[in-house]
């Protein structure tokens, strides 16, 4: 496998070291258990636009926990454990366990909406950049001729 030396985008590139993170991190495979679960898309409407599908069959909306903080979306599923279970299952393909998923968002993306329908969780995701970081045109005013 080949290894990636980021340290040259550390010393030059300030205020891009969760970039550099990032890629870091997705590099040496960190990606932690249940990495394929649950199934998820990731769709775009717009250029600003973009939604998010979990298939999170059997989760009840008490059941999960949806959390914004800074530039990281957690979706979070807790399944209660069943202890009165009176069920002997031959076979039990349907996942029945907790989950965590995170996802990295980019600046000024925010949480709009989020709804469970039909065993699936549509988050929908907004870019709202502030007008002061909107690129503006500048006239350029011609110069006075220097009468002599």
């Known amino acids: 496998m080949r290894t990636i030396d980021l340290s040259p985008l550390y010393r030059s590139a300030i205020g891009f070291d969760r970039l550099a993170s990032m890629i870091e991190s997705a590099s040496t495979g960190n990606k932690g258990n249940n990495q394929g679960y649950p199934p998820y898309n990731i769709e775009q409407f717009s250029e600003d636009e973009y939604r998010i599908t979990l298939a999170v069959a059997g989760f009840d909306d008490s059941e999960l926990e949806i959390t ?37 968002l980019a600046d ?41």
């Open 108 to 148: 000024y993306v925010t949480v709009q909406a989020a709804d469970l329908n039909n065993g699936l969780l549509h988050i929908d995701l907004k870019r709202e950049v502030p007008e002061a970081m909107k690129p503006r045109s500048i006239a350029i005013n011609p110069k006075k001729a220097i009468e002599q």
């Open 68 to 104: 914004s903080h800074q530039n990281t979306l957690l979706v979070k599923g807790t399944k209660a454990a069943q202890e009165n279970s009176e069920s002997k299952f031959l076979y039990q393909g349907i996942a029945e366990r907790g989950f965590e998923r995170k996802y990295q």
